[in-house]
C-alpha cells in the first residue's frame, strides 16, 4: 500500500467533511466539528443516529486548528490531484516510446493527446485553484 492509498484510506473512513473550526464557549479552547454550531449546540450525548460530530476538542493555537479544518476539507480534491498526476505521468511514460511516431505521422493528433492530459490535470486542480472559502 503507498502513502498515497494510506491517505485516502484514512479520508473515507474518518468523519466526512467539511470540517469547521469553533470556539468551545463551554470550557475555551478551539472544538473542530462537523457543524459550524458553538460546543452548547451540539448534541454529543448519542452517537447513534446524530450527525453532528465533534472531531476534536483542545487546547491549541487557531492557526493550527485553521490547518487542520482546512487540509481535511481539501484533502479529496489533493488526493484527485495526486491521483489523476499518476495517471497523467503513466499515459505520458508508457506512451512516450510511440509519441514521436505519432508526432511524425500527425503532429495534430499527438498536440491532441498532450492537451488532453494536460486538460485532465487542469480539472483535478480546478478545487484547489479556486478562492473557495479563504479565511
Not at 448519542?46 to 465533534?54: A, I, K, M, P, Y
Request: charged share 25%; net charge negative.
Amino acid at each position: 500500500m503507498t502513502r498515497l492509498d494510506r491517505l485516502e484510506a484514512l479520508e473515507k473512513v474518518a468523519t466526512r467533511g467539511p470540517w469547521f473550526q469553533n470556539i468551545n464557549d463551554l470550557i475555551g479552547g478551539t472544538l473542530i466539528a462537523n457543524v459550524q454550531k458553538p460546543a452548547h449546540a451540539i448534541d454529543t450525548r448519542s452517537w447513534e443516529g446524530n450527525t453532528d460530530r465533534v472531531i476534536a476538542d483542545m487546547i491549541c493555537r487557531d492557526d493550527d486548528a485553521a490547518l487542520i479544518v482546512e487540509a481535511r476539507n481539501l484533502l479529496p480534491a489533493l488526493i484527485a490531484v495526486a491521483r489523476a498526476a499518476q495517471a497523467v505521468g503513466y499515459e505520458l511514460h508508457h506512451n512516450s516510446m510511440h509519441f514521436h511516431e505519432r508526432a511524425m505521422a500527425d503532429p495534430f493528433e499527438a498536440e491532441a493527446f498532450v492537451q488532453e492530459e494536460g486538460a485532465k490535470l487542469l480539472r483535478a486542480l480546478a478545487p484547489l485553484l479556486d478562492e473557495g472559502d479563504a479565511r
